[in-house]
């Protein structure tokens, strides 16, 4: 079920304060729920919120743990940046990507 707009920027700014706090787990409860929202996804305007989200929701799995989950979401987030031109932000989702296939211990031809 989609949620309202105000849920969901309430929901992307705990994410971001729980991560900032180390509770990543409890971070990538929210961001999850923002990441998943359908009208969200289809929402052409807001295809940079939904990249930032996605790399937030991919940190926060692999800060709890989840390298290998986080991945996809990863990918997704990049794939808008990319979409988008937004230089700056693909920068930063790709040196985060180093990061998590480092912590997953992918070799280069097992990395998506």
Not at 63 to 77: M, N, V
Not at 93 to 104: G, P
């Amino acid at each position: 079920m989609a949620e309202t707009a105000d849920t969901l920027a309430a929901r992307l700014a705990l994410g971001l304060r729980l991560l900032r706090e180390g509770k990543a787990a409890e971070a990538a409860a929210e961001l999850e729920v923002v990441c998943r929202d359908p009208d969200l996804a289809g929402a052409p305007d807001l295809r940079d919120v939904r990249a930032r989200a996605m790399s937030l929701y991919a940190q926060a799995l692999w800060k709890s743990g989840h390298s290998a989950e986080a991945l996809p979401y990863l990918e997704a987030g990049l794939r808008l940046a990319r979409a988008l031109g937004d230089v700056e932000g693909t920068q930063e989702i790709e040196a985060l990507r180093q990061q998590i296939r480092d912590a997953a211990g992918l070799r280069p031809q097992e990395r998506p």
